[in-house]
DNA sequence: TTGAAAGCGCTAACAG
DNA sequence: CTGTTAGCGCTTTCAA
C-alpha cells in the first residue's frame, strides 16, 4: 500500500538496513561516495513519498511515542489554568516528536489497556493517582509526572509555589491598609496540595503584622457572607482560594449591595479570560502555564529509556505573579454600617 | 520481558495462533473439548499476567486504535461546551477500546508524522481542516468526523440544532412583550457555521411577528453598547451569539446603571458553569454536550474498516433547550430616559 | 559505512 | 477447531 524502505533500496540498489538508516539520520556521511547515495536515497524517498510506518517503528522499538494524560475527573483537565497546562504540553511533546494520548482512569478499568497495553511510553497528571495505577505504571518502567501537585516526593513533578502567590495577594491587601483579611476556602474545593500551601502564605503574610486571621477552610458561601455583611469588626479584604470564591463572593456582595472595593477588596487565584470581566475586574494570582506543559514535557521525556534506578525524582517551579485589577482598593476609612 | 502468546502456547501445548484466537474471542467454543483447553488456556494467561502487546496488534492490524482530536486552534478544543464535548468523546471512544491523541495542526507539520505516519485510524475536528490535511485524511482513507460544525457536506457530521435554538431563545423574549430585540455577533468571534444558523433563528422569530430587526454581526462591545444606551428607540432584549457577548454586555450595562432585567434582557448562548454564577444568572440556550461526543463517535468508528466508497457521510443533529434564568424579565413598559 | 539476517508479538490465510 | 507458515516494516546485532 504504503512505500517501504526495502521499495526503496531496490530502486536505489542498496539495503534495506542503508536506506533506514539514511533516512532516520543514523549515519555521519563521513566519506564523499556515503553522502552522495545518501543524497540520492533521500531524493528517491521524497519521490516516492516515503513516510516512516510508525507502527512498525512503534512494534521494533518498543516505544509508541505516546504519553498519557492521566485523570480519574473529567473536570478537572479542563478546570481554569489547565487547559493551558495541557495545550503548552501537546505542543511541547511535539516538539520530541511526542503526542499526547487521553487516559481516563475509572473503574472500567479500560485504562489497563493504555497502560499495561503499552500504547504509552509515559505519563502525565493533575492529581495523584489510584495506588494500583500508579504500581502498574512502576511496573512497567513508565515514567510520570505530576504536574502542579506535590502529593508524592518519589514522582517528579513541577509546581507552582502557590505559597509565595498566596503570600504576596495577602502583602498586597496589607499595604492598601485592610486589618482583617479572610482567607476563603469554598468546601467544594477538590483536595490539593495547593490549599494548605496557600493558607500557609497567607498566614506568614498576616502573622508578619501581627494581624487577626480569618481562615474560612472548606466553608460554604452562606458562612461567608455571614462574617462579611454582619457584625462589627467585619473583615475589609478577602484572599480567594480560586476563582470560584471570587465568583460567588462578587455575586453576593452585589446583592448585599456591599461595593467592591470600597467596602471590600477581592483577589482570586489563576489568571482566566473570565475575571478580566467581572464586574470590577478581579485582581487575581496568575502564572505562566506554558511553562508548566513545557517542565512537564521535559522531566517524563527525559526519563524514557532511562533504566529506572539511574532516574530521580525532579521538581520543578514556575513562581505565580500578582495581577493588580479593580477589585482590590485602599482600607475603608471605617466600619460599614451593618446591613441585616 | 513481558508475556507472549509463546509462552503460554508452550505451557499449554497448544499453538500460538489457537491461544490468540481464544484470548481474543475469536473461537466458538462449541466443542466440550475445545470449551475445556479454552478455559485452562484463560487460566494460564491470567497467571502468568498475559496482557495483549497493543504495538504489536497495531503493527499486524494496521490499526492503531487510536483517534486523533485534530484542531488548529488551541482555544477552540477547551472553549466552552467543546470541553464537555471532548471528555464524553473520550469516554464513549474508550468503551470502544479506542483512544483519544491531541493532534495539532500548526506550521510545523507535525500533524503528518500523527496522520501519515499511521498513528490515528480516524480524526474528529470541531473546525474545517486546511485542504492539505483534508485530502492527505482521504488520501489514507482515514474517517473524519465534523463536530458542530457543518462546513463541508461531505464529511459525517454532529451538529446542533442552533438555529433552533436562537428562535426559542428570540420567541422566549417576545412572548415577554419585547418589541426590541436586538442579536450581537462579537467582532472578535471566529468565523463557524453557528453565526449563521444562529442569525436566521432570530430572523424567523422576529419576522413572524413583524417587529424590527436589528442585527449588530460582527460589531464592537462599544458600538452595541451605544445603541443600548443611546436614543430612543432603544433595544429591550438581546439575543447574544455566545456567552462572551453576554458578559460584556452585562458588565457594560453594570457600569452604565442599566438594570438587567428590568431595564434590559439578556439571552446568552452555551450553558456553561460560568453563567449560572452571573449578576444575574443568565438566561441561555443550552444542550446536551455528552450526546455530541457520543454519536461523534459512533461516526468515526463505523467507517473504520469500511472501504472508502462505501462510506457515506451522516448528519446527526443535537437539538438545543432554553435555560430561562434571572437574566430576562417582562419589557419595560415605557423607554428608559436617554443617560447621556 | 554497509549488508545479511534475525527478530519484535500478533494476525491471517491455508491446510489438515 | 487447530496447527503451520508467512508476513506486517522497521530496528539491530554481527560480519564484512
Redesign the interface.
Known amino acids: 500500500m504504503s512505500v517501504t524502505i526495502y521499495e526503496i533500496a531496490e530502486r536505489a540498489g542498496v539495503s534495506s538496513s542503508t536506506v533506514a538508516r539514511i533516512l532516520r539520520g543514523d549515519v555521519k556521511e563521513s566519506y564523499r561516495r556515503s553522502a552522495e547515495t545518501a543524497e540520492r536515497i533521500r531524493h528517491i524517498a521524497k519521490e516516492m513519498g516515503y513516510?516512516?510506518?510508525?507502527?512498525?517503528r512503534?512494534?521494533s522499538r518498543?516505544r509508541?511515542?505516546?504519553i498519557g494524560l492521566l485523570y480519574t475527573d473529567?473536570a478537572w483537565i479542563?478546570e481554569g489554568m489547565n487547559?493551558e497546562v495541557?495545550?503548552s504540553l501537546?505542543?511541547a511533546l511535539?516538539?520530541s516528536?511526542y503526542?499526547?494520548?487521553?487516559?481516563?482512569i475509572d473503574a472500567?478499568g479500560?485504562w489497563?489497556?493504555?497502560v499495561?497495553?503499552?500504547?504509552i511510553d509515559g505519563g502525565v497528571v493533575f492529581q495523584s493517582l489510584p495506588a494500583e495505577v500508579l504500581s502498574a505504571m512502576q511496573k512497567h518502567e513508565l515514567p510520570l509526572v505530576l504536574l502542579g501537585d506535590n502529593s508524592d516526593p518519589t514522582i517528579s513533578q513541577v509546581v507552582v509555589d502557590d505559597t509565595a502567590g498566596a503570600y504576596a495577594a495577602t502583602k498586597h491587601l496589607l499595604g492598601l491598609g485592610h486589618k482583617r483579611i479572610l482567607f476563603f476556602v469554598h468546601q467544594t474545593v477538590k483536595p490539593h496540595c495547593s490549599i494548605a500551601e496557600r493558607l500557609a502564605g497567607y498566614r506568614a503574610a498576616i502573622d508578619a503584622t501581627g494581624a487577626e486571621r480569618y481562615e474560612c477552610v472548606r466553608m460554604s458561601e452562606e458562612d461567608v457572607i455571614d462574617i462579611l455583611v454582619r457584625g462589627r469588626e467585619r473583615p475589609t479584604g478577602i484572599v480567594c482560594y480560586s476563582n470560584l470564591e471570587a465568583?460567588?463572593i462578587?455575586?453576593a456582595m452585589?446583592?448585599y449591595g456591599v461595593s467592591i472595593p470600597a467596602d471590600l477588596s477581592v483577589i482570586g487565584f489563576n489568571d482566566l479570560f473570565?475575571t478580566r470581566?467581572?464586574?470590577p475586574p478581579l485582581t487575581t494570582v496568575g502564572f505562566d502555564a506554558a511553562k508548566i506543559g513545557e517542565y512537564g514535557a521535559r522531566l517524563v521525556l527525559k526519563d524514557i529509556g532511562t533504566p529506572i534506578d539511574a532516574r530521580q525524582a525532579i521538581e520543578m517551579a514556575v513562581k505565580p505573579k500578582l495581577i493588580v485589577r479593580g477589585s482590590t482598593g485602599p482600607a475603608p476609612v471605617r466600619a460599614r454600617m451593618a446591613t441585616g
Open positions: 513516510r516512516p510506518n510508525l507502527r512498525a512503534a512494534f518498543g509508541t511515542h505516546g473529567d479542563f487547559t495541557v495545550s501537546v505542543r511535539q516538539k516528536k503526542h499526547l494520548v487521553f487516559a481516563p472500567s479500560a489497563e489497556e493504555i499495561l497495553g503499552g500504547q465568583t460567588l462578587v455575586h452585589w446583592q473570565a470581566y467581572m464586574t
